[in-house]
């Protein structure tokens, strides 16, 4: 199975505001028959319609987490557990 790695992000302030914060990390499997596109649900089971795809992969690096380090704060318990299995 490959996962992709998407954020949640925090609602626009208003049109032209600041950047959209990552709010959660999460894992999602990816689509059928995709590697680049991120399934209907999350690991956790949320729905990742409104969440933006990662650019990284937990394949790529082999030891490595699987969220990107920077976001280690927000990663979602429920997907790092699935991971950790």
Avoid: N
């Amino acid at each position: 199975m490959t996962e992709i790695v998407v954020y949640e992000l925090d609602k626009p302030a208003a049109p032209g505001g600041p950047e959209r914060r990552v709010r959660r990390v999460h894992m999602a499997p990816a689509a059928p028959g995709s590697h680049t596109v991120a399934g209907p649900r999350t690991l956790c089971g949320k729905d990742t319609f409104a969440m933006e795809t990662a650019g990284r992969r937990p394949a790529e690096q082999p030891g490595a987490p699987w969220y990107p380090e920077e976001h280690a704060s927000v990663v979602c318990p429920d997907c790092d557990a699935v991971m950790e299995v």
